[in-house]
């Protein structure tokens, strides 16, 4: 019996081959040079002759004046870009499915999911002239009466913008996600609301959004591993001195202690202390989804 179910589902096994393979090669192979995290590490000396130093490069990175104050601004800006990601795309699914004219609809989907193909090196740039003191938004703001607005200068703003830009172009796909939940609910219980005087707002509370909670669940379930993930090629494309206090990030940390200070061995640790952070709320995220949700992911 085994042989024989082997035979039917060969194909599928087959077909998953290469995407195993280069997940392996990829992903986990590489992850051998986690070690350098406990060296001091030199690429002259290779992994198997720098000296080992055990957790001296954590306590490094824990004992860095400005460590706290980068963790802060990761989890702040990540924490908001997962609320917003979550919000905006599900009103916005929300509010598509309530128009008939077929045309007008799919134009708005097309337009809104435009930005989500562009890379960040393109949209820095678009952003950097629209949002510059002399751009569009500050004359709209100026015509108002009110004066510029710094956008990519002022630690005040910095973060807001990065928020806002971010759940802008991402918004547009994550709303087409829950626009195909909304497909699997079952248009008869529409009917039989509307037979017992159920308004639209009564529908939506009893039906829709509970049609829409186990991808809900899963959106969320998957976005609380990237809450120490607020967007390294916005934030790299996007900041620059004057805005380090508030835009500076783990990832862009990890960028300059490595790639600039080479100092591989703290960039990884501080790497790898990222990684199990975003590992044990994973975790902890999925076990609450099937305890409270009754939703497994896998």
Known sequence: MFNRKWRQESSNHIMLLPGVLF????CYVPMFGIIISFQKYYPTKGFFKSEWVGFENFQYIFDLPDFSRVLWNTV??????????LIVPIITALLLNEIRNVVFKRSVQT???????????????????????????????????????????????????????????????DTIIYLAALTGIN??????????????WKQ??????????????LMM??????????????????????????????????????????QFS????????KSLVSFVLV????????????????
């Open 283 to 298: 975790s902890v995220s999925y076990g609450l989804a099937y305890k409270y949700a009754n939703y497994r992911i896998f």
């Open 111 to 173: 337009l809104i999911y435009l930005p989500y193909f562009l890379s960040w090196v393109i949209l820095a740039g678009i952003l950097m002239d629209v949002l510059s003191l002399k751009g569009i938004v500050n004359q709209m703001i100026q015509g108002l009466g009110f004066d510029a607005i710094f956008f990519l200068g002022d630690n005040d703003w910095f973060p807001w913008t990065l928020i806002f830009s971010d759940t802008w172009k991402q918004f547009g796909f």
């Open 76 to 85: 702040f800006i990540a924490t908001a870009k997962i609320v917003l990601h």
């Open 221 to 262: 379930t998957l976005s609380l591993g990237n809450v120490l993930n607020a967007g390294f090629d916005q934030v790299f494309n996007l900041y620059s001195a004057p805005v380090l206090e508030s835009g500076d990030i783990l990832d862009t940390m990890i960028y300059r202690i490595g790639l600039q200070d080479y």
């Open 187 to 200: 248009p008869t219980l529409y009917e039989a609301a509307v037979i017992d005087g159920a308004s639209r």
């Open 204 to 217: 939506t509370l009893h039906i829709t959004l509970p049609g829409m909670a186990p991808i809900i669940v």
């Open 23 to 26: 997940l392996f090669l990829f």
């Open 266 to 273: 703290v960039s990884a640790a501080l790497g790898l202390f």
